[in-house]
Nanobody
């Protein structure tokens, strides 16, 4: 059984930083591409970033380029999302997902339960 468990969300002031973690069981990130998405209230789930299992391909949404960084720790089977220079518009539930590097929700096979990030102005 595959489980993805996100953590690290919280409340932060604009300009601050957070690091989200996504720990996996039942699959290994050494063989699965992984992505992060987010969903704000009343909005559709949107792509944030993704990384191929080889690490050779990394994609970012234009809205987070230069501020967010995806990385993996294969020894811990964990993927991270480092978020810097946070803005109020980054407020959303953040989800990790496994199975693709695309920006399309339907291309991902496994999803975590999400972690709330709230950025105050």
């Amino acid at each position: 059984q595959v489980q993805l468990v996100e953590s690290g969300g919280g409340l932060v002031q604009a300009g601050g930083s957070l690091r989200l973690s996504c720990a996996a069981s039942g699959l290994t990130f050494r063989t699965y591409s992984v992505g992060w998405f987010r969903q704000a209230p009343g909005k559709e789930r949107e792509f944030v970033t993704a990384m191929s299992w080889t690490g050779g391909i990394t994609n970012y949404a234009d809205s987070v380029k230069g501020r967010f960084t995806i990385s993996t720790d294969n020894a811990k089977n964990t993927v991270y999302l480092q978020m810097n220079s946070l803005k109020p518009e980054d407020t959303a539930v953040y989800y990790c997902a496994a199975g693709s590097v695309s920006g399309n929700v339907q291309d991902y096979k496994y999803w975590g339960q999400g972690t709330q990030v709230t950025v105050s102005s």
